[in-house]
């Protein structure tokens, strides 16, 4: 008898345990959103106040950023001093895709992400910085909307964990 509520109280913990990593991925995708907003931010300043060209901007920026923007915006920076006759859209959008795509962020943020380097990249200063504002606000809608989901899908995680192991732990008594 011990030995089945031994092995119960583990199938719930495992499941419960199941819940809670799948909470965490949630989070995740919130907390690189954040990151990705203070990114935009950080960049808009160096464009507009520092005056720094995109390479030099990058590469500021992405020696303080965490993984894997780090990388993204670094890989970024390399790409373009290497000029091989790719247009900025074109090292942005493969950049892009390639650093950020398994990064935990939502796959409509990275699509949109992707996109952004057509606009991004070929205006003047104050476009770039007006390009660079309109992205902020459409992630600063997208968090908002993700804040509002983010508290009833946690839950769901865990209570989901629990109870499939509830369920399980009935199922293999």
Same mark, same amino acid.
């Given at each position: @008898?011990?030995?089945?509520?031994?092995?119960?109280?583990?199938?719930?913990?495992?499941?419960?345990?199941? =819940?809670?990593?799948?909470?965490?991925?949630?989070?995740? &995708?919130?907390? !690189?959103?954040?990151?990705?907003? !203070?990114?935009?931010?950080?960049? !808009?300043?160096?464009? +507009?106040?520092? !005056?720094?060209?995109?390479?030099?901007?990058?590469?500021? /920026?992405?020696?303080?950023?965490?993984?894997?923007?780090?990388? *993204?915006?670094?890989?970024?920076?390399?790409?373009?001093?290497?000029?091989?006759?790719?247009?900025?859209?074109?090292? *942005?959008?493969? %950049?892009? *895709?390639?650093?950020?795509?398994?990064? &935990? /962020?939502?796959?409509?943020?990275?699509?949109?992400?992707?996109?952004? &380097? =057509? +606009?991004?990249?070929?205006?003047?200063?104050?476009? +770039?910085? %007006?390009?660079?504002?309109?992205?902020?606000?459409?992630? &600063? %809608?997208? @968090?908002?909307?993700?804040?509002?989901?983010?508290? @009833?899908? /946690?839950?769901?995680?865990?209570?989901?964990?629990?109870?499939?192991?509830?369920?399980?732990?009935?199922?293999?008594?």
């Amino acid at each position: @008898m011990t030995a089945k509520l031994i092995g119960v109280c583990m199938v719930v913990g495992a499941a419960s345990a199941g =819940g809670g990593l799948a909470a965490q991925k949630v989070r995740l &995708g919130y907390e !690189r959103l954040r990151c990705l907003q !203070r990114i935009i931010c950080q960049l !808009r300043s160096e464009i +507009q106040y520092a !005056r720094a060209c995109l390479p030099e901007a990058f590469q500021r /920026i992405g020696t303080v950023s965490e993984s894997p923007y780090k990388e *993204w915006l670094l890989s970024m920076a390399e790409r373009m001093e290497e000029r091989r006759g790719l247009t900025f859209a074109q090292i *942005w959008e493969e %950049r892009t *895709w390639e650093y950020l795509k398994d990064a &935990g /962020i939502p796959s409509e943020s990275v699509k949109r992400l992707a996109g952004f &380097g =057509g +606009q991004f990249g070929t205006a003047d200063v104050s476009l +770039q910085v %007006r390009a660079l504002d309109l992205y902020q606000e459409e992630v &600063g %809608r997208t @968090m908002e909307e993700l804040r509002g989901e983010m508290q @009833m899908k /946690i839950r769901l995680c865990h209570c989901l964990g629990v109870m499939s192991g509830i369920f399980v732990a009935v199922l293999l008594l």
